[in-house]
Structure formats: structure tokens, C-alpha cells
């Protein structure tokens, strides 16, 4: 199973917690329509099974081209608004969790065993795992983290992840978990509170290093450029306070907007 397709099927579990009797709105949206009406005589007074069953045959249907962007998409053509608010904050929470996932999978190797007691994994459903995939550790950790995230549901989280990492004593992969940690918050850090610094008087950005920071965060990347614009004005304004000023008496903001790279000289008001 690859990655996408890991975190599409966590994505769906979430789902269809929320879904409920929206399914069949959400199914035309996503032109199943028939599907659920064959699935409401086979199924109909059980509908927790009647959307396990839908959206097991809509992922067969769509043959690898299903996504995330695609429900996503289905819950706002439907009107599900209140679906589509708590989905698009799983998945700022829950896929940072998958994030995490993926780093550790490359870290583990053998000690998922280790790993699968200290999160209480059943030994027969840990064992059906290397059953089913003798010789194939990364498969075993694939399907092992799928089986923990469906057990947790929306309580999966890192703590719980690295709390069970201390108790199996793999302080080695703690070690490395934690450098990931750090620098995860260093990308969002550098986003937030990009560095700022005085030429002369005129205060400048290093716009090249905040782009490439920018570019591979996910949809909150929005929110916070409006973050760095926030500390842009707020240098402004402290110089406009100071009585400072270009020499035709423009606003400093408009002189580095029609030239970024030059430095603004200002005179005193003193």
C-alpha cells in the first residue's frame, strides 16, 4: 500500500464517522447514486455497515484514481459544509499524524514487534501481519500502523506514538523522532517569524529564503503569510513613528514596492 493510498483509507475511516444519513447526498455528489440505493435493500437498518460497504465499493469502482480532493470536493458539491469543516481539520491534525507515521516507518525496521506491545496490539492480530507478509517487513509496518490508526480513530497522535517508542526503551528511534519533531517545528517556526533585518534605515525581507519556505507547507500556508504580513506592516509602523520618511514624502511601504531590492533612505524628522 503507498503512502497516498494509506493516508486516502485513514482519511475515509474518518469520514465515515461523520457522514451518516448524508451518504446517500454525498454518493450523488459523487455520481454513486446507484450504489447506495442497491446498498439501502441490502442493509436497511444498519447503516454504519451500509457506508462501510459504500465506500469499499466506491474505491473498487474508482480503480487508483480515488483521492482525498475528490471527497473533499463531493462533500461541498452535496452542501455537506459542517462534514467538509470537520474533515478539512482532521485532516490538519490527523495527516501531520500520518507525516509522523512515514517517518517513523522508515526508522522502526524490526522493532515493530517491540513497538506493536508497548501500544497493546493484540499478539494474534500482530502475527496475522507476518503471516500475511513473510518477507516483507515494510509491508508489515504499512499494515501494522493502518490496523493502530483504525483502533484509535481520531485519538491517534504523536504523543501516543512516542510515549509508546519510550516505553518499548527504542531510545535510538526517540532520538531520531525528536530531531524530525524539532525540525518540523523550525519549517512552521521560519514561517511564522521569518528573519528580518536593518540595512541603513531601511528595513528588508529575505523574500528568496521565505518563498522557498513557503512552498512545500500544506493549505495552512495561506494563514500564515498573512502571519509574516502582519510583522511586515508592524516593522513599517515603527518607522513611520519615529517620524521617518522617504524624501518625497511617499509611504515606505510603496518605495520598496517599486523597488524590493533597493535600500530606502530616509531623513530625520528631528
Same mark, same amino acid.
Given at each position: 500500500?503507498?503512502?497516498?493510498?494509506h493516508?486516502?483509507?485513514?482519511?475515509?475511516?474518518?469520514l465515515?464517522?461523520?457522514?451518516?444519513c448524508?451518504?446517500?447526498? %454525498?454518493?450523488?455528489?459523487?455520481? =454513486?447514486?446507484?450504489?447506495?440505493?442497491? %446498498?439501502? !435493500?441490502?442493509?436497511?437498518?444498519?447503516?454504519?455497515?451500509?457506508?462501510?460497504?459504500? @465506500?469499499?465499493?466506491?474505491l473498487?469502482?474508482?480503480?487508483?484514481?480515488?483521492?482525498? #480532493?475528490?471527497?473533499? $470536493?463531493?462533500?461541498? =458539491?452535496?452542501?455537506?459544509?459542517?462534514?467538509?469543516?470537520?474533515?478539512?481539520?482532521?485532516?490538519?491534525?490527523?495527516?501531520?499524524?500520518?507525516? @509522523?507515521?512515514?517517518?517513523?516507518?522508515? $526508522?522502526?525496521? +524490526?522493532d515493530l514487534?517491540?513497538?506493536? !506491545?508497548? %501500544?497493546?496490539? #493484540?499478539?494474534?492480530?500482530? #502475527?496475522?501481519?507476518?503471516?500475511?507478509?513473510?518477507? #516483507?517487513?515494510?509491508?508489515?509496518?504499512?499494515?501494522?500502523?493502518?490496523?493502530?490508526?483504525?483502533r484509535?480513530?481520531?485519538? =491517534?497522535?504523536?504523543? &501516543?506514538?512516542?510515549?509508546?517508542?519510550?516505553?518499548?526503551?527504542?531510545?535510538?528511534?526517540?532520538?531520531?523522532?525528536?530531531?524530525? %519533531?524539532?525540525?518540523?517545528?523550525?519549517?512552521?517556526?521560519?514561517?511564522?517569524?521569518?528573519?528580518?533585518?536593518?540595512?541603513?534605515?531601511? &528595513?528588508?525581507?529575505?523574500? =528568496?529564503?521565505?518563498?522557498?519556505?513557503?512552498?512545500?507547507?500544506?493549505?495552512?500556508?495561506?494563514?500564515?503569510?498573512?502571519?509574516?504580513?502582519?510583522i !511586515?506592516?508592524?516593522?513599517?509602523?515603527r518607522?513611520?513613528?519615529?517620524?521617518?520618511?522617504?524624501?518625497?514624502?511617499?509611504?515606505?511601504?510603496?518605495?520598496?514596492?517599486?523597488?524590493?531590492?533597493?535600500?530606502? !533612505?530616509?531623513?530625520? +524628522?528631528?
Amino acid at each position: 500500500m503507498t503512502t497516498a493510498c494509506h493516508e486516502l483509507h485513514g482519511f475515509v475511516r474518518q469520514l465515515s464517522r461523520h457522514i451518516g444519513c448524508d451518504i446517500k447526498r %454525498l454518493a450523488r455528489a459523487l455520481n =454513486a447514486e446507484s450504489t447506495v440505493v442497491e %446498498l439501502e !435493500r441490502q442493509y436497511p437498518r444498519d447503516l454504519k455497515e451500509l457506508i462501510r460497504q459504500f @465506500f469499499e465499493k466506491w474505491l473498487k469502482m474508482e480503480e487508483g484514481h480515488a483521492s482525498i #480532493d475528490q471527497l473533499m $470536493h463531493g462533500l461541498k =458539491a452535496a452542501e455537506l459544509f459542517e462534514t467538509f469543516t470537520k474533515m478539512e481539520a482532521f485532516m490538519q491534525e490527523g495527516i501531520s499524524c500520518n507525516v @509522523f507515521i512515514r517517518e517513523l516507518s522508515k $526508522h522502526i525496521g +524490526s522493532d515493530l514487534k517491540k513497538l506493536a !506491545r508497548a %501500544l497493546d496490539i #493484540d499478539k494474534t492480530e500482530f #502475527d496475522a501481519i507476518e503471516y500475511r507478509d513473510p518477507r #516483507d517487513l515494510k509491508e508489515q509496518i504499512v499494515q501494522f500502523f493502518r490496523i493502530w490508526e483504525e483502533r484509535e480513530g481520531s485519538k =491517534a497522535s504523536i504523543e &501516543t506514538l512516542m510515549a509508546a517508542l519510550k516505553k518499548a526503551e527504542l531510545s535510538e528511534v526517540v532520538d531520531k523522532m525528536e530531531i524530525f %519533531l524539532k525540525q518540523e517545528k523550525a519549517k512552521e517556526k521560519a514561517v511564522l517569524c521569518p528573519r528580518v533585518f536593518v540595512e541603513g534605515d531601511a &528595513t528588508e525581507m529575505k523574500s =528568496a529564503e521565505l518563498t522557498h519556505t513557503l512552498q512545500p507547507l500544506h493549505k495552512s500556508s495561506v494563514l500564515k503569510t498573512e502571519s509574516f504580513r502582519m510583522i !511586515r506592516d508592524d516593522h513599517e509602523s515603527r518607522y513611520l513613528q519615529r517620524g521617518r520618511c522617504n524624501s518625497d514624502g511617499t509611504n515606505l511601504r510603496n518605495a520598496r514596492t517599486r523597488n524590493p531590492q533597493s535600500n530606502v !533612505r530616509c531623513n530625520s +524628522s528631528s
